[in-house]
């Protein structure tokens, strides 16, 4: 599995994402998407979201 990470806090991609998800083929994870994932895992929210990449959608 191929996955694109995009580390930088400056880009605003996270509107882009399931666009590069399915042109590219593959997963793209950015750093602003991971925080947020993970902070709506730690406070218990496992609602899936979608238009926002597969992170949130099937994760």
């Known amino acids: ?3 694109c990470l995009f580390l930088c806090t400056a ?3 996270l ?3 399931e666009d590069l998800e399915e042109n590219l083929k593959t ?3 950015s750093s ?3 925080i947020i994932w993970d902070s709506l895992r ?3 929210t496992n609602n899936k979201i979608d238009g ?3 992170l949130f959608k099937l994760h």
């Open 15 to 17: 509107d882009l994402i």
């Open 1 to 3: 599995m191929i996955v």
């Open 52 to 54: 926002f990449g597969k």
């Open 42 to 44: 730690l406070s218990k």
């Open 27 to 29: 997963n793209i994870i």
């Open 11 to 13: 880009l605003k991609i």
């Open 32 to 34: 602003n998407q991971a």
